[in-house]
């Protein structure tokens, strides 16, 4: 008997039932002794599971700061001294509330002097008005020359030009009459004041750019700031709940929602992540910028549903593995294709077709099949095809959303509680281990739904892979290195 026999085998058991769902022995003794042989009956148990009823809630953890959803800074548009500042940092403002008061001395200078040219400008275009008048009559006499009219042309000209410049000067000065005092653009709080009264501040105008008055924010809503795992993102849509919970409240969860998902990668320490940001609700005003957050989204809940271990749930690629491993008779590919045509209507085609329309074929291969094949597979039979069968069969992917002979198909992503095939293990009537085909739901860090294929009660076997990477790595070392002293036993 080979080793891989011994573990696929059920054990012969002293005192107890072969199904019970207790795990025997430690799994790493499991491991050990169905790869050397060396230990005894009892320690090639393989843990068997029992399919039961559970809640199951499939989550997004991560850390966070919380962080205002929108700062504005306050600027001056004119320089000068403060003369008052009546608020205080941290205080509710409202729209309009006073904030600043600056020196209003130099705008009232440019106003005055603006006052001033305007009435000289008026002036000086009323009598250039005055002179061509006279100039035209004198003209007509033939008194004067026409380059002399064609002067008093000019001058009225210029004058009715600094009457509208001056004016405009004068309603620039007039607004600016309002820069000095400034008021409260939104409803909010102050988080940030950067100025103490007397001291003397820059406007907007200046080659600076201003001095930043104080920051304003609106902290009736905030928002939570977190980078998530590249791997977790795709689980990750705006809209979804979250729990935020702060050291300040630790006994208190606040509500929240996923608000957006920021499409640049930020990587720290080789992680590639991307932030993620939750917005809550903070009529209270407890929660405040800079505080540490812990943030869980919740991807899914489902009430007493059935299901197992997630040790018991082997993808399609992993059942494969197994099952070349340990030399089951099964073809895993047609267990699947059977299994999902269960769920297909009445006189319905493969993969959607029509009933009397031909499946679409890929190198000689039917589209579902070669959909449910390992990657490898797939690899071999694209390896095989013609150059023209290639560009036909690159074609059947666009026309139906796909990206490829690796990848699935096109439209919205999979949602984490749509049903999806996957395989588990267990002992039939005569002992040994058999594959079948299941339907899983939901997931969480222990559990997987079971939507369809198990039981309540129903037992299955977690088969741990690291038997099956063992004896893929002695192949691999027997097929390149024909040393002696290595070979199977």
């Avoid at 600027?75 to 729209?95: F, H, R």
């Avoid at 064609?150 to 210029?158: D, K, R, T, V």
Wanted: glycine share 10%; charged share 25%; aromatic share 2%.
């Amino acid at each position: 008997m080979s080793i891989f026999e011994r573990c696929r085998r059920r054990p012969r058991l002293r005192g107890g039932s072969p199904g019970h769902a207790t795990v025997l022995t430690a799994l790493g003794l499991a491991v050990a002794g169905c790869a050397t042989g060396e230990a005894n009956e009892p320690e090639q148990t393989l843990q068997t599971l029992t399919a039961g009823r559970q809640t199951i809630v499939s989550s997004v953890e991560a850390t966070g700061t919380v962080e205002p959803i929108r700062v504005i800074e306050v600027k001056s548009q004119a320089g000068g001294e403060v003369l008052q500042l009546p608020v205080e940092l941290g205080d509710n403002v409202e729209l309009g509330t006073l904030l600043v008061r600056i020196d209003p001395r130099d705008v009232n200078n440019a106003h005055a002097q603006a006052q001033a040219d305007l009435d000289v400008a008026e002036a000086q275009a009323y009598v250039a008005e005055r002179q061509l008048e006279r100039v035209e009559a004198l003209h007509e006499s033939d008194i004067v020359t026409s380059e002399e009219l064609e002067s008093a042309i000019l001058s009225a000209a210029n004058a009715r030009a600094s009457l509208v410049r001056a004016t405009t000067n004068l309603e620039l000065a007039e607004d600016k009459l309002d820069d000095v005092t400034l008021r409260a653009p939104i409803t909010g709080t102050i988080v940030e004041r950067t100025v103490e009264q007397g001291q003397v501040v820059t406007g907007t105008r200046d080659l600076t750019g201003g001095t930043v008055l104080m920051r304003m924010a609106d902290l009736t809503e905030v928002q939570v700031r977190m980078l998530v795992d590249e791997t977790d993102i795709g689980r990750l849509q705006p809209g979804l709940p979250a729990d935020i919970t702060v050291e300040a409240y630790p006994n208190r969860t606040f509500r929240g929602s996923v608000l957006k998902i920021e499409p640049q990668a930020v990587v720290e320490q080789n992680v590639t992540m991307f932030a993620v940001l939750t917005r809550i609700s903070n009529e209270e005003d407890l929660l405040r910028p800079g505080m540490n957050a812990d943030v869980e989204v919740v991807i899914g809940r489902q009430e007493d549903v059935l299901a197992v271990a997630n040790s018991g749930i082997k993808s399609q690629q992993e059942a494969a593995q197994i099952v070349r491993a340990l030399e089951i008779d099964a073809d895993v590919n047609a267990l699947l294709r059977d299994f999902q045509s269960q769920d297909r209507p009445e006189g319905a085609a493969e993969d959607g077709a029509a009933e009397g329309e031909e499946e679409a074929m890929i190198g000689g291969v039917p589209m579902s099949e070669f959909q449910s094949m390992s990657q490898e597979e797939r690899m071999r039979v694209f390896q095989n095809m013609s150059d023209e069968e290639r560009r036909r069969m690159m074609q059947q992917f666009r026309n139906q959303g796909g990206g490829g002979p690796g990848g699935g198909r096109g439209g919205p992503a999979r949602r984490p509680d749509e049903p999806r095939p996957a395989f588990v293990f267990r002992y039939d009537a005569n002992g040994l281990l058999d594959v079948k085909p299941v339907m899983i739901g939901l997931s969480d860090f222990d559990h997987t739904q079971i939507v369809r294929g198990l039981e309540e009660g129903e037992e299955i076997v977690a088969v741990p892979t690291s038997l099956i990477a063992q004896q893929e790595f002695l192949d691999r070392i027997r097929s390149r290195s024909g040393l002696p002293g290595i070979g199977g036993g």
